[in-house]
């Protein structure tokens, strides 16, 4: 499978606690995007790679949000210090730089944060 | 503040009919994009149209854009249950190469 790929699928994890979400892109993208999503809602940027330089970052995205993408392949995104309101799904999308912008998504990494 | 809205926020039809979804935006866009999202799933792209473009068709989809009333519909003819999902539009910025906005989304429900 040559998708956008996320690990993992689901984590459940106490208040306070550290979490690390991985991204792997469709390998020729130099484009990559990290969302997150609640219930009902369209899903709401938090930032953009290109390569392996990280160009934007959304003001929703607190300090305690960390992205990296060390050598422009796969993405990690780390929340530390989890809060119950972090709780939603987190999606990575890949997109090549020229030509067409369609984004493709991974399934996406569902947090629970109890 | 998400930039598209969609209407209806929900749709139940029965299967074989057409499906009408319209989505409106603020600002001046470079493209508006439609995408598919399954309970649970990541989303799927569907279609891209260009600001300078009126129409665009691919299989049982139809997009259309105005942009001098900043909206956009997209219909899906002959519908199937295997069609039921969250449909989305998304607005790339004029004054932006990277960013999609989104909308919040129309859930669609085939009845077989």
């Known amino acids: 499978d040559t998708g956008v790929s996320q690990n993992p699928r689901h984590k459940i994890t106490k208040r306070g606690q550290n979490v690390t979400f991985r991204c792997d892109p469709i390998?020729?993208?130099?484009?990559l995007y990290w969302y997150r999503q609640t219930l009902g809602q369209g899903p709401e940027f938090l930032t953009y790679?290109?390569?392996?330089?990280?160009?934007?970052k959304s003001r929703l995205l607190s300090d305690r949000f960390s992205a990296e993408r060390p050598k422009g392949s796969f993405s990690t995104l780390e929340i530390q210090r989890t809060e119950q309101g972090d709780s939603a799904m987190y999606l990575c999308?890949?997109?090549?730089?020229?030509?067409?912008?369609?984004?493709?998504f991974g399934q996406g990494t569902r947090l629970t944060v109890v | 503040s998400q930039q598209g809205e969609e209407d209806p926020q929900a749709l139940s039809i029965q299967e074989g009919e057409n499906a009408t979804m319209n989505c409106s935006y603020k600002?001046?866009?470079?493209?508006l994009q439609w995408y598919r999202q399954n309970s649970g799933r990541g989303l799927v792209h569907l279609i891209l149209?260009?600001?300078n473009e009126r129409e665009k068709h691919s299989g049982r989809l139809r997009v259309t854009l105005d942009t001098s009333k900043k909206s956009s519909s997209l219909l899906i003819t002959a519908s199937r249950a295997a069609d039921t999902a969250s449909y989305f539009c998304?607005?790339?910025?004029?004054?932006?190469?990277?960013?999609?906005?989104w909308g919040a989304g129309t859930k669609l429900i085939i009845k077989p």
């Open positions: 999308a890949s997109s090549l730089v020229q030509g067409r912008t369609e984004a493709f």
């Open positions: 390998s020729e993208h130099n484009r």
């Open positions: 790679f290109q390569n392996e330089a990280q160009l934007e």
């Open positions: 600002t001046s866009i470079n493209n």
């Open positions: 149209i260009r600001s």
């Open positions: 998304a607005t790339g910025l004029m004054d932006s190469n990277y960013q999609l906005i």
